[in-house]
């Protein structure tokens, strides 16, 4: 049996195996010639002090002892052409995963996506940054893979509760994804890899006799008493089933509004909103290592920051070392960014979302928009921006500090973010209570991490799409809809999950719910 062993060890020990394979022997007191292989269980960076580690939890098998290094296989999917169907709309991690727990339960999975497949979604993502064109079908939030196939890859949840995390891991090593991602505190895939894994698994879903309908708008839901029993397409297509799992994503507003023009109960729910600051790498490297230059055995610093400013949280959101910021407005006549990361994380900036926590207070404005008011919040303020930065995909920006003294910026230099930018004080964007709030939030940001508070930051805004702005609320446990029996809400559009892996685990749950019901389980 292997010794597990858990150790610090400078950045250049842990990048050679040899160093490594030392370290350890002194640290048990053997010769290096007894080790015969070191596999890592877990790595996380340590840089609370000066002189920074690497956590490791390794297993160390000796010389002349059995060694497995097991190959992470796919579950034996079974062919379930002829199976009873199940409608799965939306094909993001929720529905992904959804229909491929479907198909190891036996049942077989109809995607339908309104968006195009990865590869024919990249024109239209050329066009959005290119031309100012934007597709309300297809773009970085819409079609196959989700919002996340195009914006990082982010692969860290703190969803440990809400199921098997490792199981998702190990099901998207077996898709293609680097073995990393089952050892990093913080796994990444990047946006660059992440489309052939996704792509991969919708080819696994075909062969086993599920199906994928790409550039299909559900427009109508058929109910009777109460009960689902199918969709209408677009085209007037009606596909039956009386089992559907609802994994549209947070930025889905027809769905919204038809579930709520069908009066299908929705609520409105907070989310957290603010703008997406871009810094240059090097800087944040600087700030987070305590060093000139981080070396080549650090990987891009990140960070993570949150204060509370007049009883509201604000903080970083999917910060992105090494990355870009995109454009990601799923209507014509707004602007959205959010931010992602290569694979190699070797862009020359950082940006991150810094975002305030609304409450459900702040939509009164928008009451008379009932469960959508927040959804109303949200999109008037992403129409306002698109107008203040010149009704193209261009982004309202302003430098950081100049922000914090309410002073327009004479000039905004070339940023990552690649329809461009057009200098406006963030106050004319924001309602006043948030403008005031981000500027003190950055203050206190200032102080946590020297350095920070510079005019070398650019702020684009908005960041808007950090969550669904509606909940469709579920039975805790049959996780069927409170009124339509048949209709499973799920992942992030639901209001039931954040981020790739914890919509992936709420996939999963609805389907093997639905095997429950059906008594297949």
């Not at 703190?158 to 505190?185: C, M, Q, W, Y």
């Not at 805004?461 to 049959?478: F, G, K, L, Q």
């Not at 209709?487 to 093997?512: H, N, Q, R, T």
Request: with cysteine; charged share 25%.
């Amino acid at each position: 049996m292997p010794r597990e062993i858990q150790l610090q060890v400078a950045p250049e020990v842990a990048a050679n195996e040899s160093l490594l394979k030392e370290h350890i022997a002194k640290l048990i007191r053997i010769s290096p010639k007894e080790i015969a292989h070191i596999v890592p269980v877990k790595r996380s960076i340590d840089a609370r002090q000066k002189a920074i580690k690497i956590n490791y939890k390794v297993n160390v098998f000796f010389k002349d002892e059995a060694f497995f290094d097991a190959t992470i296989e796919l579950p034996d999917y079974p062919n379930v052409q002829h199976a009873q169907e199940v409608i799965v709309v939306g094909a993001g991690p929720a529905g992904l995963f959804a229909a491929l727990q479907l198909i190891e339960l036996g049942l077989k999975p109809i995607v339908i996506e309104r968006g195009k497949d990865v590869r024919g979604r990249r024109r239209d993502l050329k066009a959005i940054n290119v031309d100012h064109i934007v597709n309300e079908d297809s773009n970085y939030c819409f079609g196959e893979g989700g919002a996340g196939t195009y914006s990082d890859g982010k692969l860290y949840t703190r969803s440990k509760k809400r199921g098997d995390v490792d199981r998702i891991l190990r099901l998207l090593v077996a898709f293609g994804a680097t073995p990393d991602i089952l050892v990093e505190a913080h796994p990444h895939i990047g946006t660059n890899k992440l489309p052939q894994i996704i792509q991969d698994i919708r080819e696994k879903i075909i062969a086993c006799g599920g199906q994928v309908l790409f550039e299909t708008r559900v427009v109508d839901f058929i109910i009777k008493n109460n009960e689902m029993q199918g969709i209408v397409t677009q085209e007037g297509t009606t596909i039956n089933a009386n089992k559907l799992i609802l994994a549209t994503g947070h930025s889905a507003r027809d769905i919204f509004e038809l579930l709520d023009r069908k009066k299908i109960v929705i609520e409105a729910k907070a989310f957290a909103l603010g703008v997406r600051a871009e810094h240059p790498q090097e800087l944040i490297d600087q700030i987070q290592y305590s060093c000139d230059f981080r070396g080549q055995y650090l990987p891009p610093a990140p960070y993570s920051i949150v204060k509370q400013v007049n009883g509201r949280g604000m903080y970083s959101f999917c910060m992105c070392p090494g990355g870009v910021i995109a454009p990601c407005a799923t209507s014509p006549g707004e602007v959205v960014t959010n931010g992602w990361s290569p694979s190699k994380r070797d862009q020359a900036t950082a940006n991150s979302g810094i975002v305030v926590e609304l409450k459900l207070e702040d939509f009164k404005p928008f009451a008379k928009f009932g469960a959508l008011a927040g959804m109303e919040f949200q999109k008037a303020i992403e129409q306002k921006a698109w107008h203040l930065a010149g009704q193209t995909q261009k982004v309202p920006a302003q430098r950081l500090v100049d922000f914090t003294q309410n002073k327009v910026s004479a000039s905004i230099p070339k940023t990552s973010y690649v329809p461009g930018t057009t200098s406006v004080e963030m106050g004319q964007v924001f309602p006043g209570f948030l403008s005031q709030i981000m500027r003190e939030g950055f203050v206190e940001f200032g102080k946590s991490m020297r350095g920070y508070m510079t005019n070398e930051a650019i702020l684009h805004a908005p960041e808007s799409r950090t969550s669904s702005p509606v909940r469709i609320p579920r039975d805790n446990d049959t996780l069927e809809h409170v009124q339509i029996k048949g209709l499973y809400p799920c992942g992030e559009g639901a209001g039931f999950a954040g981020g790739i892996i914890s919509a992936a685990i709420d996939g999963e749950k609805c389907a093997l719910k639905i095997a429950e019901a059906l008594q297949l389980k």
